[in-house]
């Protein structure tokens, strides 16, 4: 399975990104997808996940209500508004099989190479 993340880039505070992970290889519709994020000298922190069959969804405290994840096909979109400068950091996609929507890294098999969000004035 590879991902590929895209959509980082610049934004002022309050603006808005989205940001895109196509899969493509051995994936099944069943799959889970996690957005993942870390920010220079911290550890890489959960985002939000989704269950592609179903498009349940999970959001760690800091972006419910202003991030939502949606899937179209093999691609899963993170839309990101309201953002803050905390909110800079490079956002990893991730996917494993599916089971528990979990928030742990370590239960994600298969990760993108990350696409740098910086927010900033």
């Known amino acids: 399975v590879q991902l590929q993340a895209s959509g980082g880039g610049d934004v002022q505070p309050g603006g808005s990104l989205r940001l895109s992970c196509a899969a493509s290889?051995?994936?099944?519709?069943?799959?889970?997808m996690g957005w993942f994020r870390q920010a220079p000298g911290k550890e890489r922190e959960f985002v939000g996940a989704?269950?592609?069959?179903?498009?349940s969804t999970h959001f760690a405290d800091s972006a419910k209500g202003r991030f939502t994840i949606s899937r179209d096909k093999n691609t899963v979109y993170l839309q990101m508004n309201s953002l803050k400068p905390e909110d800079t950091a490079v956002y990893y996609c991730a996917r494993k099989r599916r089971g528990v929507l979990t928030t742990i890294s370590r239960d994600y098999n298969y990760w993108g190479q990350g696409t740098l969000v910086t927010v900033s004035s």
């Open positions: 989704i269950r592609l069959s179903g498009g």
């Open positions: 290889g051995r994936t099944f519709s069943s799959d889970d």
